[in-house]
């Protein structure tokens, strides 16, 4: 019997600094796709007080406003007034030209099978993916709620619900598991911003996110109980937030893009980076095969690890890890995945049709970047998809 233990995980909103800077990132990588399926981008962002800095590099046949594309994203995330706007922001651009004989444009669907060896790992990486059975989407249970409630709130901010509130926000979840199972939700905690002092109260705060956003709960299997604990600026009333009280990066936000820190992930960033970088398709078909093993009822939870070395297409390793709830064993469940799916930077970015996503659904990618890149079924991204799970069983 495992012991009895709490586990929290953290969303954040829209326009918190950090996924405000993803947003950015991934609306690049998105518009250069569009133009150039075979693109190469590498796409970054900074922010802090009025100042945007963004660093671009690419391989690509078409041209990007990087400008434009950053401050409409910015207004969209609600920063059309104030010290920080869409309109008056400063931009500074650092863009330059990634070399053809590292990066080359490639579009995969123009590959022949026997090309895919020549698309090779332009950088080492370990990428890991996690499944487990504790949601519908195959998500841990803390950053799933997570999620549900940061954009529950950040819908009702934008639908003029909360209007005292602003776009930046951070909501924790703690869940108490025994057995390795979830039992009951322990705590949530809100951050918010609001954009004065005296409004709202924190009597009115918690009535207004009790009323507007802790309803979403209602439709889970594990709902709140007299004894959870609500949260609301436990520090003090925020006023403001965003890029003028704290500073944003790209790619600082893995845990929230991945599996709120229930399972080991890359310390590589996911957004900003062509679907050929292995460290982000890398991520996304580790997680497709942890999917299948426990859609297969192979194992309840299952971690998938791929390594991968400078040069070489087929990784290194593939292994899996099922925490001792699987039903055969662990070596095998890999050797099953290896068999049936490619895991070659080429025949994943072929697989989920990567590069052509932005062109048949646009503004996918910028779309990942925030509420999580895993999970995402809303989006049906195709690596939530259980489509060979019945050939590993």
């Not at 671009?56 to 950053?70: F, H, I, K, M």
């Not at 004989?101 to 020549?118: C, F, K, Q, S």
């Not at 600026?233 to 845990?255: D, F, M, Q, S, Y």
Request: negative net charge.
């Amino acid at each position: 019997m495992n012991t009895p233990f709490l586990f929290t995980s953290e969303s954040v909103t829209a326009g918190h600094p950090d996924k405000l800077c993803d947003q950015i990132s991934d609306a690049i990588v998105d518009a250069y796709l569009t133009g150039d399926p075979g693109s190469r981008i590498i796409a970054e962002a900074a922010v802090s007080g009025g100042v945007l800095f963004l660093s671009a590099r690419a391989n690509s046949s078409t041209n990007v406003d990087l400008t434009g594309v950053a401050r409409e994203i910015v207004a969209e995330a609600g920063y059309r007034e104030g010290e920080f706007n869409a309109d008056d922001c400063t931009v500074m651009l650092s863009q330059y030209a990634l070399p053809n004989e590292r990066h080359p444009r490639i579009d995969v669907r123009d590959l022949e099978n026997g090309d895919v060896d020549d698309v090779v790992a332009s950088q080492p990486a370990t990428v890991f993916g996690y499944a487990c059975d504790e949601t519908p989407s195959l998500m841990p249970l803390p950053i799933s709620l997570a999620h549900l409630l940061a954009r529950a709130l950040d819908s009702a901010v934008c639908a003029g619900q909360l209007e005292s509130l602003g776009r930046d926000a951070k909501v924790q979840v703690g869940v108490e598991y025994a057995d390795r199972a979830p039992r009951r939700i322990h705590s949530i905690t809100f951050l918010t911003a609001q954009r004065t002092a005296e409004q709202p109260t924190p009597a009115q705060l918690r009535e207004l996110l009790t009323d507007k956003v802790l309803v979403c709960l209602h439709d889970q299997a594990l709902k709140q109980d007299d004894d959870t604990q609500l949260y609301i600026n436990p520090e003090g009333v925020l006023i403001g937030g965003g890029p003028v009280v704290h500073a944003g990066l790209t790619g600082r936000k893995n845990a929230i893009d991945t599996y709120g820190e229930y399972s080991r992930h890359s310390g590589a960033a996911l957004s900003g980076k062509d679907p050929l970088r292995i460290d982000r398709s890398g991520a996304y078909a580790a997680r497709h095969a942890a999917k299948q093993v426990v859609a297969a009822r192979l194992a309840r939870h299952c971690e998938v690890q791929i390594s991968y070395t400078v040069g070489r297409a087929s990784p290194a390793s593939v292994r899996v890890h099922t925490y001792g709830t699987g039903v055969v064993d662990d070596a095998e469940i890999s050797r099953r995945l290896s068999e049936v799916l490619d895991f070659r930077p080429a025949a994943i970015a072929k697989r989920f049709d990567l590069q052509r996503l932005p062109l048949h659904r646009p503004g996918f990618y910028r779309a990942l970047a925030v509420y999580g890149h895993m999970g995402r079924i809303d989006l049906d991204a195709p690596w939530e998809r259980v489509d060979v799970a019945d050939s590993i069983a």
